[in-house]
């Protein structure tokens, strides 16, 4: 059961960091493209929320959490929520676990405002800033609720996409 839904959360986060390569023009491929890698990381995404409902929590949250704090600002992201919304409507979902939920959402919108002030260099401890550069508080989160609940999918699964999220600029210039 992991092994298949940590699949999942590499590829989701190859997709997704695809598109914000290529959003931000250091990738340069087709504008089409782009919007189909983006309409894949939401099947993705949505793929991942319906066949392990252990997962909806965390993906609903992250999801919620980068459109307010207005990290889908691209084409490609569009793309992408509109395709999670999407096939998660048409594959449906389980009941999803509200206080998970708030607690993901939480970690995430903190991980996007401390990351948004460390990219602004706003602390002059640069120890801090690159820490809060790589967002720490949702992965800690996980990591926390998987430890306390035994639902380790949960942690694999962010460790997954973030791993591959942030490896795959380097992938990308070999």
Request: charged share 15%; glycine share 8%; no cysteine.
């Amino acid at each position: 059961m992991i092994i298949p839904a940590v699949l999942l959360g590499l590829l989701a986060g190859l997709f997704t960091k695809t598109v914000d390569l290529a959003e931000d023009n250091s990738l340069k491929i087709n504008g089409m493209l782009v919007n189909l890698t983006g309409i894949t990381y939401g099947l993705l995404l949505a793929l991942a929320a319906y066949k392990y409902n252990a997962l909806a929590p965390l993906i609903v949250a992250v999801v919620a959490a980068v459109i307010i704090t207005g990290k889908m600002d691209a084409k490609g992201h569009y793309f992408g929520m509109a395709s999670f919304v999407f096939f998660l409507a048409l594959f449906g979902a389980g009941p999803v676990a509200v206080a998970p939920l708030m607690m993901f959402f939480a970690a995430a919108v903190l991980d996007e405002k401390a990351g948004d002030l460390a990219d602004r260099k706003y602390f002059r401890n640069k120890t801090i800033s690159k820490i809060l550069g790589y967002r720490p508080f949702l992965e800690l989160t996980t990591l926390v609720f998987a430890a306390l609940t035994g639902l380790w999918l949960v942690w694999f699964y962010l460790l997954a996409f973030d791993i591959t999220y942030l490896l795959t600029p380097q992938l990308m210039k070999a």
